[in-house]
Every structure is written in structure tokens, then in C-alpha cells.
Nanobody, 125 residues
Framework: VQLQASGGGLVQPGGSLRLSCAAS????????IAWFRQASGKEREGVSC????????TYANSVKGRFTISRVKTKNTVYLQMRRLKPEDTAVYYC???????????????????WGKGTQVTVSS
């Protein structure tokens, strides 16, 4: 099982970025995939999650209305479209596989069995 996050970078406040999480080594449709972030000196927090089909999604309150998670089956990839970025969104972003089809089976912090390496997002003027 492998997950690879990419797409991070430096962006000005109010700008947009799209992160990608490329998955391999398992049946992509069978598992929910979640995004997390960890800012320097802070604990890791859940950002968003999409069910195996992508039809069911969840978001942290801090990103609702600004971030959109989606998945493309033919590319085995989960995307996190981030808009109206704020300096407080600065963090290393990670994707993880949930041990279930649905995100709701676990909370954000539980049921994550494989993690990708992170990608740095910096929001600064």
C-alpha cells in the first residue's frame, strides 16, 4: 500500500491550491481516504475525508466552505481543492487510508492504517 501526497507550495492569503493523493497497492474503491495537516508545534488534525465512492464527505469546521475533497477512480487519486486560503492553513498536509469504506466508521483520529508522506502548504504574503 502506498499513498503519495503532492501539490503543496507557497500561496498568498486568499489564494488556492489543489493537493493530490495518489494511491496504489490496494482496491481504491474499497476504502475511505482522509486528509490531515500538522502545523509546526501543533498536533495533527483531520481536515477532510471521502468515502470509497466519494459520495460521502466530511470536513473540519475550520475548512468547511473553503476546501473540497474529491476522488477520481480512474486515476486512483484523491484531491483536496483548497480555496480562500488563510495563514492558519499553513501546515504539512498528509493523506491516509481509513480501515473502512465510510469515513463515519471512525473519527478522524482513528482507523487510519496507511499514511503518505506529507506536502508542505505555506500561506503567506
Amino acid at each position: 500500500v502506498q499513498l503519495q501526497a503532492s501539490g503543496g507550495g507557497l500561496v498568498q492569503p486568499g489564494g488556492s491550491l489543489r493537493l493530490s493523493c495518489a494511491a496504489s497497492g490496494f482496491n481504491f474503491d474499497d476504502y475511505a481516504i482522509a486528509w490531515f495537516r500538522q502545523a509546526s508545534g501543533k498536533e495533527r488534525e483531520g481536515v477532510s475525508c471521502a468515502s470509497g465512492s466519494g459520495a460521502s464527505t466530511t470536513y473540519a469546521n475550520s475548512v468547511k466552505g473553503r476546501f473540497t475533497i474529491s476522488r477520481v477512480k480512474t486515476k486512483n487519486t484523491v484531491y483536496l481543492q483548497m480555496r480562500r486560503l488563510k495563514p492558519e492553513d499553513t501546515a504539512v498536509y498528509y493523506c491516509a487510508r481509513k480501515r473502512h469504506y465510510y469515513c463515519s466508521k471512525f473519527g478522524f483520529t482513528q482507523g487510519n492504517d496507511f499514511w503518505g508522506k506529507g506536502t508542505q502548504v505555506t500561506v503567506s504574503s
